[in-house]
């Protein structure tokens, strides 16, 4: 039977799907990831300024201590635009939870949108190296950063945040790998898997929270 072309954009259970089946085709061992997984699910953030700022609210933080940011955040009167975000006080924003650092890369992005230099519109449709390019040429973005915004605010069908720790603990561990990938060669890896990297990425994190859960912690 020959497989529904999946939808370019990874915002639904049924796109996510479809690209896991294809990522199985392209590469078997993947299959027992797919069943051990179970069901993926969407994560989509609001696109633009508001996204941008939320995925720099979880760096390196725990889902639950982002969350929490992110709901005071999200609450304060003018928080979500790029203008009104440049009249709010530091003060006001470090109350929400942010650092000084965060405060401030936020800022750099809004001023960057306001001056019309950051256009996060037509990000969807740039192949995923440009994309990444694109973002990470504006101060305060970094890869992991601009790769997290496209997968999950923008959509976009191929990007692997090859930096992420829980998605190289759960390559090796999904993978049987002898030992924890490099980032240079996650990035080797997971080009085998274009042009469905993002589904790959949202598979193998479900694949880590649910052998966290099962085993305490993924070795």
Same mark, same amino acid.
């Given at each position: 039977?020959?497989?529904?072309?999946?939808?370019?954009?990874?915002?639904?259970?049924?796109?996510?799907?479809?690209?896991?089946?294809?990522?199985?085709?392209?590469?078997?061992?993947?299959?027992?990831?797919?069943?051990?997984?179970?069901?993926?699910?969407?994560?989509?953030?609001?696109?633009?300024?508001?996204? =941008?700022?939320?995925?720099?609210?979880?760096?390196?933080?725990?889902?639950?201590?982002?969350?929490?940011? #992110?709901?005071?955040? !999200?609450?304060?009167?003018?928080?979500?635009?790029?203008?009104?975000?440049?009249?709010?006080?530091?003060?006001?924003?470090?109350?929400?939870?942010?650092?000084?650092?965060?405060?401030?890369?936020?800022?750099?992005?809004?001023?960057? =949108?306001?001056?019309?230099?950051?256009?996060?519109?037509?990000?969807?449709?740039?192949?995923?190296?440009?994309?990444?390019?694109?973002?990470?040429?504006?101060?305060?973005?970094?890869? #992991?950063?601009? !790769?997290?915004?496209? =997968?999950?605010?923008?959509?976009?069908?191929?990007?692997?945040?090859?930096?992420?720790?829980?998605?190289?603990?759960?390559?090796?561990?999904?993978?049987?790998?002898?030992?924890?990938?490099?980032?240079?060669? =996650?990035?080797?890896?997971?080009?085998? #898997?274009?042009?469905?990297?993002?589904?790959?990425?949202?598979?193998? #994190?479900?694949?880590?929270?649910?052998?966290?859960?099962? !085993?305490?912690?993924?070795?």
């Amino acid at each position: 039977m020959t497989p529904i072309p999946p939808s370019p954009r990874i915002d639904s259970a049924e796109a996510i799907a479809a690209h896991i089946e294809l990522l199985v085709s392209i590469d078997p061992r993947l299959a027992a990831v797919r069943d051990f997984a179970g069901p993926v699910a969407p994560r989509i953030n609001p696109p633009g300024f508001a996204g =941008m700022a939320k995925v720099i609210t979880g760096q390196q933080l725990s889902v639950t201590s982002a969350a929490a940011i #992110w709901g005071r955040f !999200e609450q304060l009167p003018g928080a979500l635009d790029p203008l009104t975000y440049l009249a709010l006080s530091e003060e006001a924003v470090r109350a929400t939870g942010f650092s000084g650092g965060k405060f401030r890369t936020v800022r750099v992005i809004a001023e960057a =949108m306001v001056a019309g230099e950051l256009d996060f519109s037509h990000l969807e449709t740039l192949p995923a190296d440009e994309a990444v390019a694109y973002l990470v040429a504006h101060k305060g973005i970094g890869p #992991w950063t601009a !790769e997290v915004y496209l =997968m999950f605010c923008a959509g976009h069908p191929d990007v692997f945040p090859a930096g992420d720790l829980a998605l190289l603990k759960a390559v090796q561990h999904g993978l049987g790998l002898d030992a924890r990938p490099s980032i240079k060669e =996650m990035i080797r890896i997971a080009a085998s #898997w274009a042009p469905y990297r993002s589904a790959a990425a949202l598979l193998f #994190w479900r694949y880590f929270a649910v052998m966290r859960d099962r !085993e305490g912690i993924l070795l």
